[in-house]
């Protein structure tokens, strides 16, 4: 009657003992940081900033390289109609019918090597299909670089979908911050001009979340947030960490001032703006809102650089 119950106790000392090793009681796998998973996300957002950046330009290409397909295409067609009517009149000359074929052909290279060496077309006849084949090399041209447009903006696509699927992948992780950030932070600065106004329109937009790829004026990523600010003075930021690096003059710490542009790590991976006081305002990772932070805390010790577009 009482076997079951001790053949149960027996299974669950088995079960326990399973569950220790000499090195003691099996312990659970540690929380994810979400610092680290922040900054993992905050690198590929920018990768991701930047294949976006990069894939608008090579539509942009693509774009001016069809036009120029279509048009060499048109000129070419028009050249081309000329010379029918020269090869029609001229193939009772012997030796010239074959000689208009080669420019009309597919091979207007060999037609161009040969040309000066005719001894059956007139000068203005030569140079007529000489237009002929040159254009049509020009139509090739602009073909091949519409063809690579294309290409390129295929796997820029992919590219994109590869970095968005990882960044949100990393971002599920990520426990969302439940107070916002930053203690009381100022909402206005002294600073002045059109400065002042980029500062007062990046702090005008502390607590809300950051959002990778969003520009605002709701949720933001860090160059999101340079972008919209700056915009209020009607400058036109491209949406990237390395793009916003690269313009205005570079500054060094001890020269920043109030609307300067603060870039963090080897990777330029993330950036805020300058407010004075030894602060800054940033979009800082996936969880967390917009923020004012001390740059002696912290960011000093990742600081890469500084640019000046004001």
């Excluded at 207007?108 to 002929?132: F, H, I, K, T, W």
Aim: proline share 5%.
């Amino acid at each position: 009657m009482h076997r079951k119950p001790v053949r149960a106790a027996a299974a669950a000392a088995v079960v326990v003992a399973g569950l220790l090793t000499a090195a003691g009681p099996v312990r659970a796998a540690p929380a994810p940081d979400p610092e680290k998973l922040g900054r993992q996300a905050e690198i590929l957002t920018e990768q991701y900033n930047g294949k976006r950046l990069a894939l608008k330009k090579a539509r942009l290409a693509q774009r001016a390289a069809e036009r120029q397909a279509r048009q060499a295409g048109a000129d070419y067609e028009t050249v081309r109609r000329k010379a029918g009517v020269l090869a029609a009149s001229q193939y009772m000359t012997p030796g010239a019918e074959s000689e208009v074929s080669l420019f009309i052909g597919d091979e207007p290279q060999v037609a161009l090597d040969r040309s000066a060496a005719s001894s059956y077309l007139a000068a203005q006849q030569v140079q007529q299909l000489r237009e002929l084949a040159l254009t049509r090399m020009r139509y090739e041209r602009s073909a091949g670089a519409a063809r690579e447009r294309t290409a390129e903006i295929q796997k820029l696509t992919k590219d994109l979908a590869g970095k968005k699927a990882r960044i949100e992948k990393l971002i599920s992780k990520i426990p969302a911050s439940r107070a916002r950030t930053g203690g009381a932070p100022p909402r206005s600065s002294s600073a002045s001009g059109r400065a002042g106004t980029v500062v007062n329109a990046a702090l005008s937009r502390v607590g809300t979340p950051y959002v990778y790829g969003a520009a605002g004026p709701n949720s933001f990523d860090c160059s999101g947030l340079m972008l919209w600010s700056y915009a209020k003075v009607g400058m036109n930021l491209p949406h990237y960490t390395g793009a916003q690096y690269n313009m205005g003059t570079r500054v060094s710490r001890g020269q920043v001032r109030p609307g300067d542009i603060l870039f963090f790590y080897p990777d330029l991976g993330h950036n805020g703006m300058y407010i004075g006081g030894n602060k800054m305002v940033h979009a800082p990772r996936s969880g967390k809102n917009v923020e004012v932070v001390d740059l002696a805390a912290y960011w000093w010790g990742q600081f890469t650089g500084a640019t000046r577009l004001l």
